[in-house]
């Protein structure tokens, strides 16, 4: 990412605000990000207590190196704006950003980023350090993502939502992320995801791809998982704890594609000097690298540095 830093977030877990015992078992798994929700998972008469334990639990708790994320409710309803002054106001300096769903025009991110802007100035906060994550969950929202993606300096994340996506656009199912009776031919989600995935790189965007609700159908998660993984996204929602652990494993290069990576990052960077012989192309073993694949070898080592990998094979000149 060119503008913020670039955060892991292959498994992103969702913990309900209004559960103070997930709260607090949220802190010690290994999740790369975790999203505290006032929205869907949490009841209309809950969402104020909501607010207070999020508060809480973000000044007090012990989150590690972990993206610390709110989900606010969305701006077609009466709790967007006190979620977003609590939170902020009660807890701002313990929070690296808000997600905002059900994101369906470019204003929506702006307003917030101003709302945000206010907060920070107000409270002496480093303005601009709290990033938005846009929840795509509609067809008209999918229409709009490129405006959405560049709306606001702060957007870091494009997230798929895909149920309330799979009900506004009366898609036939009731299984949340599976394909849909009768398409029986390839992947029902394959545009939606590769739309996303061209608005966020084009805009140097991560990509999240949105939960799988069979929690205990652990083979379909790693399933759905792999296949917006093969794509390119950069992670998934986790609602149990049991999806992190393979959230983590599908999002992550292999160790040998990992040492792979960073050997053709330093083969290149060898050979294109001077004292390589400032040789544009050049062979790898049995394969030839050249610009190409320095470009394609950047991806794999900024995932697995994200994720914490360490090298277990280090190419020297000579080998």
């Known amino acids: 990412m060119s503008a913020r830093e670039l955060r892991a977030r292959r498994s992103c877990h969702a913990v309900p605000g209004s559960n ?14 975790v999203f505290l929700d006032i929205e869907d998972s949490v009841a209309p008469i809950a969402k ?28 077609t309803t009466q709790w967007t704006y006190k979620d977003v002054i609590e939170v902020v106001e009660g807890a701002g300096a313990n929070l690296d950003c808000l997600m905002l769903p059900k994101v369906q025009t470019a204003a929506q991110v702006q307003a917030l980023d101003t709302l945000l802007t206010q907060i920070e100035t107000t409270m002496g906060y480093e303005v601009g350090r709290i990033g938005i994550e846009a929840q795509i969950e509609n067809a008209l929202g999918l229409i709009n993502v490129d405006e959405i993606a560049t709306a606001s300096p702060r957007v870091e994340t494009i997230i798929f939502g895909p149920a309330d996506f799979m009900a506004s656009i009366n898609m036939k199912s009731l299984v949340v992320g599976e394909q849909p009776p009768g398409y029986d031919v390839g992947d029902a989600y394959h545009y939606i995801l590769m739309r996303l995935l061209m608005a966020a790189r084009a805009h140097d965007k991560q990509v999240i791809d949105g939960p799988y609700l069979q929690i205990k159908d652990l083979d379909g998660f790693q399933r759905v998982a792999g296949r917006s993984a093969a794509l390119g996204y950069d992670g998934k929602w986790t609602l149990h704890p049991s999806q992190i652990e393979v959230a983590n494993e599908v999002f992550s290069p292999t160790q040998q594609d990992y040492d792979h990576a960073e050997n053709i990052l330093d083969a290149y960077e060898y050979f294109t000097s001077e004292q390589g012989g400032a040789k544009g192309a050049v062979m790898l073993g049995d394969e030839m690298i050249d610009e ?9 080592s900024g995932k697995g540095r994200a994720a914490g990998m ?10």
Do not use: C
Not at 310 to 319: A, L
């Open 292 to 300: 190409a694949s320095r470009k394609m070898a950047l991806v794999i």
């Open 48 to 75: 104020a207590d909501a607010r207070k334990n999020i508060v809480e639990v973000l000044n007090t708790g012990d989150w590690g190196d972990r993206v610390r994320t709110v989900r606010v409710n969305d701006w």
């Open 20 to 33: 103070p015992r997930f709260l607090e078992k949220a802190q010690g798994l290994q999740s790369d990000q």
């Open 310 to 319: 360490k090298r277990t094979d280090k190419w020297q000149p000579d080998s």
